[in-house]
């Protein structure tokens, strides 16, 4: 097995076992095979990769320039963008669009409806309300109570429909789908927390997300804390959790799933255990925390369809342990280290379920998660089951360039309390990114991730090699496995973000997030994305054609 410099070098974080890997060639696992005790013979993926999506291009070099840089012979359109009109009651698409999810309308790849994320306004609030965030004191929060609507309806997440019509994907404007779900709409709160109300105002915060088994979305609420400040809200509790919405339902009231944890979610990951339990996993957006999934107490059943939404209300909570490769759950009445915890004042730190899950990271800590390097993004391999973790990057432990782990479940149980796992990829000049994000599976398995190099470290020190933020390609089979390939450059301060790909995989749908955030003053913009000239940048979601 030939070995170049590129994959030698991005294969070195995970030590002597990945070497012993790459010198003898082991075989992956057969299915069904037991993964405890061993390492050599499962490290990176498939050996033959799947007769299915290939995507060929030439990589594109790290690029500055302001606009979406895409190899030769592919080409994008802006479908939406902050401010456009997306129903007949003139709702408007949201700011800082993040996460996407393309469900069809009557099972066809160029018609059906879209959602995404509006996760936070930042120091470009300016363009939402008004507000001079740049300049404003953070102690003395002056924003008026219009300011805080505005700031509150631009986040959420918007259902649109779309068509593709002529090879130009275009937004309906009067959809009867049409729906913003923001900072101002009403949720249930289900699950053991539920005790904290029976409804809460609005979602914000919201990064990542997941599709349920059953076509509705699951929108994760990630850094909520800086929204309540800014916004001046009573009660921080009713934030954080993983929100439930039925886009093709525009009468639907969202749920706030309380027993999947409150903590800084970036994503949802779902998937089915042998046993027939829904799994999800999860990663807490911040340095030193943790990553966790769910498993529910009873079954799917596809005959169900929506009723399976409340598979998400009872179950087990777990968080990682790597050092032991075990999953430890979360679960007051059996966990002793729960049941005993006391804070400062000696006082017992949970008295319930509900408790273990309002103050999730406390009780991860409590229980013996393992603090990781930032856990964004987690998904779930499409042919092999295997889990794929970002952990973007963690400068208190020198980790300035992130990497990507693989677990495996013993046994590919993904209810089951015992994994192994891997370092599959790390970033650095040798492999050619840095700061992993979301990631998302064609289906050959190919992993795409996009990067989250900060507006402040971007194209300076030691990130300057990179470029603005972008799209890679990395194969999880054959003889590139593991080598990234850039596909994409975002334009300038902004992030790609949200991959998801068209059922028939002609399409890449991507948000360009943020871009412009690295303004110093609000009369000179760093970026004029995508109308060019003298405008002002705005965020929003295109489609990319080529494939």
Not at 317 to 328: R, T
Not at 452 to 469: L, V
């Amino acid at each position: 097995m030939e070995v170049n410099r590129r994959q030698f070098l991005t294969f070195l974080g995970t030590g002597t076992a990945a070497l012993a890997s790459l010198a003898t060639g082991f075989p992956a696992l057969a299915k069904g095979e037991s993964i405890s005790g061993k390492t050599a013979d499962h490290l990176f993926g498939l050996q033959s990769p799947p007769k299915a999506f290939h995507p060929k291009f030439t990589p594109i070099k790290p690029s500055t320039k302001d606009d979406v840089i895409l190899p030769q012979g592919f080409s994008y359109n802006v479908i939406a963008l902050y401010g456009d009109k997306i129903n007949a009651s003139g709702d408007t698409f949201g700011f800082n669009a993040d996460f996407n999810c393309f469900l069809p309308m009557n099972g066809k790849s160029d018609h059906g409806l879209l959602w995404t994320n509006h996760e936070y306004c930042g120091e470009l609030e300016y363009y939402v309300n008004g507000y001079d965030n740049l300049n404003a004191d953070p102690k003395n929060n002056k924003r008026t109570q219009e300011q805080i609507r505005k700031y509150l309806y631009a986040l959420g997440g918007s259902v649109i429909e779309i068509k593709k019509e002529q090879g130009k994907w275009t937004l309906v404007p009067n959809s009867k789908y049409g729906r913003r779900v923001s900072g101002l709409t009403n949720h249930l709160m289900t699950g053991p927390a539920a005790s904290l109300a029976k409804e809460v105002v609005g979602t914000f915060a919201n990064c990542s997300g997941g599709v349920t088994l059953w076509n509705s979305i699951l929108s994760c609420e990630e850094n909520y804390q800086d929204v309540v400040t800014d916004c001046k809200l009573a009660d921080e509790r009713h934030y954080g959790w993983v929100v439930e919405v039925d886009p093709f339902d525009p009468n639907s009231t969202p749920k706030k799933h309380t027993a999947l944890g409150r903590f800084s979610h970036e994503n949802t990951a779902m998937t089915l255990a042998p046993g027939g339990q829904l799994v999800v996993y999860m990663g807490d957006d911040a340095t030193d925390q943790y990553v966790y999934k769910y498993v529910s107490k009873n079954k799917y059943d596809k005959a169900k369809g929506k009723a399976n939404s409340k598979l998400l209300e009872e179950g087990t909570l777990y968080a990682a342990n790597f050092a032991k490769g075990k999953w430890i759950a979360l679960d007051y009445h059996k966990t002793e280290a729960l049941q005993k915890a006391v804070d400062k004042e000696n006082k017992p730190q949970f008295t319930s379920q509900a408790d273990v899950l309002i103050n999730c990271r406390i009780a991860a800590k409590v229980a013996g998660g393992t603090p990781m390097d930032r856990p964004e993004d987690v998904e779930v391999h499409p042919i092999d089951g295997s889990i794929f973790i970002s952990l973007t990057n963690n400068k208190n432990h020198s980790n300035f360039y992130g990497h990507i782990m693989r677990l495996f479940e013993k046994n590919n149980d993904h209810a089951g309390v015992e994994f192994d796992f891997e370092i599959f990829a790390t970033g650095g000049p040798q492999s050619g990114f840095a700061a992993p994000d979301n990631l998302a599976f064609d289906s050959a398995g190919n992993l795409w991730v996009v990067t989250d190099i900060s507006s402040g470290s971007m194209n300076a020190g030691i990130y300057r090699s990179f470029g603005n933020n972008g799209v890679y390609f990395i194969p999880t089979s054959g003889e590139n496995k593991g080598v990234a390939s850039q596909f994409a450059s975002a334009p300038v301060g902004a992030e790609m973000t949200g991959p998801w790909f068209t059922p028939d995989e002609k399409t890449l749908f991507l948000s360009v997030q943020h871009p412009g955030e690295n303004v110093e003053s609000y009369d000179k913009p760093t970026s004029h994305w995508p109308r060019g000239a003298s405008s002002l940048a705005l965020p929003g979601v295109i489609a990319i054609n080529g494939f």
